[in-house]
């Protein structure tokens, strides 16, 4: 049996169960028994405790963890972790106290705060490691609890590029904007930034359609864990010089204007600016992008007909074709909101998915 959650480390949310390890029935949802890890200390009637974790059968990891999930319990028996509240004393030290005095304490620090300087005077800071039904109730304790506009998260230091971005194209704040099985129909993926191989593992497996048809594109300077994935006819490794992903990406979108390979019609009936994007991109031709990010003009041919033709292989549909996805990798350089926003004008002259 065992309690079913999910691992806190990265926004997958890759679920997993934690039970006893003298439990016997503590396996994965393949049958599988899983590995007696840590100590669970904070329940004084269970201290000492071993728990097995085991994987737990959801859209994102189907079963499967990385080595951040399966280690991810030894956090319960850490000399580090915080089993009661401690509050500093009048001699400058840290002393314990019960849930109740700390809960009270903190609440009549935030109704004096507020009342002092205004609701907005605290803040509530979440991050991607929440699931999102605890992100909800977070958002709904800010706005509806504390009444205050201040709530953010880590994406604040990590993704704005992307951020802004996504409000420059389409006045929203980044997201996946669908659901991560959907990448198990692509054709064809563009991955700019991203050594998901190493930080994901989980994700890999949604790449394999992809792979099957020749269709994933790794942009990585480095010949990474991910990058050896689109090896042996998976699809391609374009490594540009570090910094010039953006070139590279209007090289791309230069291609598929001028050779016929946008569509035009959604273009014009669901987007504004083409015309001065065309004009930007006229300075970016193969030969020229070549020169600047090392990437053999051939392939950035190559990149476009293939992204295109998986477009145009899934007949309009939304689930399959091309998807194209961004990572810190590219967006955390100096202009990293115009590359992701040069990622977003592709995906937009292609009317392929970006992330």
Known sequence: MGTPTHCPYCALQCAMRLAPAADAAATNDGGAIASAVGLAPAVPAAAGTELAVSGRD??????????????????????????????????????????????????????????????????????????????????????????????????????????????????????????????????????????????????????QGARDAGGLIVVDPRRSATAELAQAGAGLHLAPVPGTDMALLLGLAHVVVHEGLADLDFVSRRTTGFEKLHRSLNRWWPARVQAVTGVPAELIRETAHLLADARKAAGGHQAGGAYILTGRGVEQHIDGTDTATAAINLALLLETRQG
């Open 58 to 207: 959801f859209p994102t990891n189907r079963g499967g963890l990385c080595r951040k999930g399966w280690s991810s319990s030894t956090l319960l028996g850490s000399p580090e972790r915080l089993a009661t509240p401690l509050l500093r004393g009048d001699d400058g030290s840290f002393h314990p106290v019960g849930w109740d005095e700390a809960l009270d304490l903190a609440a009549g620090a935030v109704r004096s705060t507020q009342a002092l300087h205004g609701a907005d005077a605290v803040g509530v800071f979440g991050s991607g490691g929440l699931t999102n039904e605890k992100a909800y109730q977070l958002g709904k304790f800010a706005r509806l609890a504390l009444r205050t506009s201040r709530i953010d998260y880590n994406g604040r230091f990590c993704m704005s590029s992307a951020a802004a971005a996504g409000n420059r194209a389409f006045g929203l704040d980044r997201g996946l904007p669908f659901p991560l099985e959907d990448l198990d129909k692509a054709s064809a993926i563009l991955l700019l930034g991203s050594n998901v191989a190493d930080t994901m593992p989980p994700f890999v497996q949604h790449l």
